[in-house]
């Protein structure tokens, strides 16, 4: 045999792989990410909801790890933490994120835009928990750089800082600092994207830059927004951190079950029960999932254009 | 009692149950024909678990390396064992002592009994409620049914033994104590022409005086999440009496809970009891130089005086708690002091046995180098001694600290759910908001039911 014929034979295999197989170089590319999907996302959720629906002794147990979830003092509360936390972070990440990145987008023209876009990004590229004891610095009045500012409000102490009350707006400020950078980032790409011509076209009909944001920009923007608040109300309904930390800084006065998934890990780890720690997870799951396709469905998400 | 652990052995199918079954069974005869012989160890028996209190089988012993686990503060104790015990073989494991209520033993344990292993020797822990669950779990071995004599255990300070004993059987060593005495800066008291108060009444009516006399200064603080067990504790207020494994006495509205109470709200009304943690920054910077008492466990002195505050030599002293008058008992509280668990797994028994003795009594580590108050008595006495001879202290504080270890109330218990927290999130953010500390104890006494429930016990509301 001919070192052609050989030649030959292999580009011939190839061809008919191709037929058979077409792009399998991007399946290559992405089954990585699929095993890794499935071993450390896919399987451990499949094994939370078997935990949920099985008793302490790895028997069926219906709904009964769910009513009891549900029937614990702690849910109703933690429940209505999560939800009134859940409004003033997606209102003001909806608000400010939108509004900072048009800012920034008119300012980009005049040279600041870049340093600016860095110093957004870059509380976000602190790892969470680090993020956190910053602001428990900035939250003590006696040593932080801003204490002028809380006693202004009536605050001269660490304990009157986190009253109940101000949680909701203490864990947004948190989270919008240390999560919003990126999304600013990323809305600020999105308006990039926006074709010059579009934007030329309305300043010739005579549009300023509020009539621009609203009715040109904003209704580009709107598929970003709705990506941001699904992503973002999937994870700040797993709020967590920011709370246990407030807790251990402020020696419980900031209640260790304030969100629900602190009271899932109270289940798991104070209380030994793994079947209603995981049935908490499972509801959060299928609220987060329930909220994302309502988004989806109602703002055409995947349509095309 | 349940615990609510998922059986490693346990198979949804029926023909793994029978299969369980089998191997429990051929177990079973394994063990006997193993005690049937003399009960030599080793044998193919998989001992090692207990299951209710009492019946404990030890595990087949080895002379493998003893795991212990012990968090920075005891990390000295366990290397001054090795340098004096060089032929031990020792694997030493330094973790967070469980500190602040991590959580961390009780998860490693829940993890160890699902696969079977991995469970440490001998475990230091800051927190004194570890039996709670670490008995049910099967996690610790009972100390005084063979493995430590009663003679060396009687060497405990009086009640010490409290937090570590269950249905009798004594499941940990107590390592130090935090019976609360009254602190005081002995040189303002000469300067101002004050007595130390002897009872509550007088510390009251001292508070008073102090207000108008002396503005600005502290008889006490209250806006600990020790608070609790610093007044509360003191003066007998029921709010935890643990009548069983699983069963729980509330009662914070009685008597004994709303004299202290008033008394406090009175002390936070004249603002000579702060109501900002010890421990917070804002304490530190603006009342730790302005404490003329402060009612607390035996570590303040050198963790909170000498360490945090750096009060200078010579003007901290000690008194025995005050009391209320006309009470022929007196009490204190309790804040802390660590204890010593041992593995109901351990494949070293001698070995960790003999490890838990020294560590718990030897003079060596106890008198010479522990910073808390030990709770073997005799080497407290030494302790003390190593104490007066730093000379930081205004007076001789052995006779109120030796008084007090032995008179910790007993009707306080150690449950599952932490006091500490439980008052700090219900009672805490009240008093900080204005509201008196009286108006907040049925609030109280609801979250410890409610948080009793939730640990599995049966709760008795009222006296």
Redesign the interface.
């Known amino acids: 045999m001919s070192i052609l014929t050989i030649r030959g034979g292999r580009a011939g295999t190839h061809a008919a792989r191709r037929r058979w197989w077409p792009g399998r170089a991007g399946h290559g590319f992405v089954a990585p990410y699929v095993v890794l999907l499935i071993a450390f996302g896919v399987v451990p959720t499949g094994y939370a909801i078997d935990f949920a629906f099985?008793d302490?002794?790895?028997?069926f147990a219906g709904l009964s790890n769910f009513t009891a979830a549900a029937a614990?003092?702690?849910f109703a509360s933690a429940a209505a933490h999560v939800a009134l936390y859940l409004l003033f972070w997606l209102v003001s990440l909806v608000v400010l994120v939108v509004g900072l990145a048009l800012l920034l987008h008119n300012l980009a023209a005049r040279g600041v835009g870049k340093a600016l876009r860095f110093l957004y990004y870059l509380p976000g590229a602190l790892a969470g928990a680090a993020s956190v004891m910053v602001w428990l610095f900035m939250l003590?009045?006696?040593?932080s750089p801003a204490g002028f500012l809380l006693r202004a409000l009536g605050l001269?102490?660490?304990?009157?800082v986190i009253?109940?009350g101000h949680l909701p707006f203490v864990l947004t400020a948190i989270a919008f600092w240390t999560g919003a950078g990126g999304w600013i980032v990323v809305m600020y790409g999105a308006l990039n994207n926006i074709s010059p011509e579009l934007m030329e076209a309305a300043r010739i009909d005579g549009a300023g830059p509020w009539q621009i944001a609203r009715r040109v920009q904003i209704p580009l923007l709107r598929k970003w927004i709705v990506y941001m608040v699904i992503l973002a109300f999937a994870v700040g309904a797993q709020l967590f951190v920011e709370p246990q930390l407030l807790s251990?800084a402020?020696?419980?006065?900031?209640?260790?079950d304030y969100s629900l998934n602190q009271l899932s890990y109270d289940f798991a780890?104070?209380?030994?029960?793994?079947?209603t720690a995981a049935a908490v997870s499972v509801v959060l799951l299928v609220v987060t999932l329930a909220v994302a396709v309502v988004f989806v469905v109602k703002s055409g998400f995947f349509d095309a254009g | 009692m349940t615990v609510k652990v998922r059986a490693d052995g346990a198979r949804r199918s029926g023909k793994g149950r029978s299969r369980a079954a089998l191997m429990a069974l051929s177990g079973v005869l394994a063990l006997s024909a193993v005690a049937a012989c003399g009960g030599h160890d080793g044998g193919g028996a998989r001992g090692g678990t207990t299951g209710a209190q009492g019946d404990f089988k030890q595990a087949p012993q080895s002379d493998g390396p003893l795991t212990i686990w012990v968090d920075a503060t005891r990390l000295a104790a366990a290397k001054l064992y090795q340098k004096t015990h060089p032929t031990v073989k020792l694997n030493i494991v330094s973790y967070d002592g469980d500190a602040d209520g991590s959580h961390y033993l009780q998860t490693k344990v829940s993890l160890f009994n699902r696969t079977r292993k991995g469970w440490p020797d001998v475990v230091f822990s800051t927190q004194n409620n570890e039996t709670s669950w670490a008995v049910p779990a099967g996690f610790t071995a009972p100390l005084n049914k063979g493995l430590i004599a009663q003679s060396a255990l009687s060497g405990w300070a009086h009640g010490a033994g409290d937090p570590c004993t269950v249905n009798g059987t004594l499941y940990c060593l107590r390592n130090d104590l935090a019976q609360t005495v009254l602190w005081y800066n002995d040189s303002l008291m000469k300067k101002w022409g004050y007595q130390v108060p002897a009872t509550w009444e007088d510390y009251e009516a001292l508070g008073k005086k102090v207000a108008t006399e002396h503005p600005g200064y502290l008889v006490g603080s209250a806006g600990d999440n020790f608070t609790p067990e610093i007044y509360m504790w003191a003066s007998k207020c029921g709010a935890n009496q643990i009548t069983g494994p699983k069963a729980v006495t509330v009662n914070t509205t009685s008597a004994n809970c709303s004299r202290m109470a008033t008394l406090l709200d009175t002390l936070v009304k004249n603002r000579t009891m702060s109501k900002s943690s010890v421990f917070s920054s804002d304490f530190d910077k603006n009342q730790a130089g302005k404490i003329l008492m402060l009612p607390g466990p035996s570590w303040f002195g050198g963790a909170l005086f000498e360490g945090t505050f750096k009060t200078p030599k010579g003007q901290v002293a000690v008194a025995p708690m005050p009391q209320w008058s006309g009470d022929p008992t007196p009490t204190v509280g309790n804040v802390g002091g660590g204890t010593w668990l041992l593995s109901a797994h351990s494949a070293h028994l001698k070995a960790a046995t003999d490890f838990l003795t020294w560590v718990t009594t030897a003079n060596d580590y106890q008198g010479q180098v522990a910073p808390g108050y030990p709770a073997y008595a005799p080497a407290a006495k030494v302790w003390l001694a190593n104490q007066a001879s730093s000379h930081y202290y205004a007076n001789d504080i052995a006779a109120p600290l030796q008084a007090a270890a032995g008179q910790v109330w007993s009707g306080w218990g150690y449950g599952q759910f932490s006091q500490e927290s439980i008052w700090a999130a219900t009672v805490t953010p009240g008093m900080t908001g204005g509201k008196p500390i009286v108006s907040l104890l049925p609030a109280w006494q609801k979250a410890i039911v409610n948080y009793a429930r939730s640990d599995g016990y049966q709760v008795k509301v009222g006296p």
Not at chain 1, 140 to 143: E, I, N, Q
Not at chain 1, 269 to 275: C, E, I, T, V
């Open positions: 099985t302490a002794s790895g028997r614990d003092f702690r003590d009045p006696t040593v001269d102490t660490f304990g009157q009253a109940p251990q402020s020696n419980g006065v900031a209640g260790r780890f104070q209380n030994n029960d793994l079947g």
